[in-house]
């Protein structure tokens, strides 16, 4: 069945969008914990904790490009065989969603940050 010779190139665009939007997800993610260490307040440390929860719309959307385009990239070149990078790729991304998944939540905020 051929494809439209359109749809690769998207996917690969999608796959690299998702990948940049991981990296700001970091990043800000990143900034809030190092910024929350420096807050001198219950105010300052409740604007840092509100962008850190707030990341989540941006990994969530981010983690699905990444996987739905890369695994039609998968389908389209011919599976794994002889990519042994897309196996472990595949593999690492099930074991973090696993890790992330039997993690227990954090426990409520200090008193002093409600």
């Known amino acids: 069945m051929m494809q439209p010779a359109f749809l690769y190139p998207t ?39 509100k962008l850190m929860c707030s990341v989540g ?22 599976g794994m065989e002889g990519r042994p990078w897309m196996g472990l790729g595949l593999i690492g991304l099930i074991v973090i969603g696993l890790a992330v998944g039997l993690t227990p939540p954090a426990s409520s905020p200090p008193p002093a940050l409600r």
Do not use: D
């Open 11 to 49: 996917m690969v665009f999608l796959h690299i969008t998702g990948a940049l939007g991981l990296f700001a997800a970091l990043g800000l993610e990143w900034a809030g914990t190092n910024n929350l260490r420096r807050s001198a307040s219950a105010t300052q440390a409740r604007e840092w904790m």
């Open 57 to 78: 719309w941006l990994q969530g959307p981010s983690l699905l490009l990444i996987q739905g385009a890369g695994l039609y990239m998968m389908h389209v070149m011919g």
